[in-house]
């Protein structure tokens, strides 16, 4: 079973998309890890729009009965950019550094350390 919410009834107003990989910056890595030799390592999570609590009150109606939600649910607008917030939070305290030109790609280390921003 699939929890969605019907995010396309929510009147948002404010930014709610979050960065996706630069297409380049993909094929790169991948022609990167080839030329190298380099192991490769990609992570589905499953559930990942429900890892991250919303900054605002959402309530959802099943069987009649109202819910107020303590979590984010695929479909919600924002749902997207709370995940990705939270990941490059989680990211940042485990080494990584996100990229100033692909704001989806992170590598570990400090911005100082390479030259790729």
């Given at each position: 079973m699939r929890?969605?919410?019907?995010?396309n009834l929510e009147k948002?107003?404010?930014?709610?998309?979050?960065?996706?990989?630069?297409?380049?910056?993909?094929w790169l890595v991948f022609a990167l890890f080839v030329m190298t030799g380099?192991?490769?390592?990609?992570?589905?999570?499953?559930?990942?729009?429900m890892a991250e609590k919303p900054?605002?009150?959402i309530?959802?109606?099943?069987?009649c009965k109202y819910y107020k939600l303590k979590y984010s649910l695929y479909g919600l607008k924002d749902a997207a950019k709370l995940f990705n917030k939270g990941l490059?939070?989680?990211l940042k305290i485990g080494g990584y550094c996100q990229s100033k030109w692909d704001h989806a790609y992170s590598i570990k280390g400090s911005q100082k350390d390479h030259t790729y921003t």
């Open positions: 929890w969605v919410v019907l995010g948002v107003e404010k930014n709610c998309y979050a960065p996706t990989a630069n297409k380049k910056v993909v380099m192991k490769m390592r990609y992570f589905d999570i499953k559930g990942a729009f900054n605002r009150d309530y959802v109606t099943i069987d490059v939070n989680h």
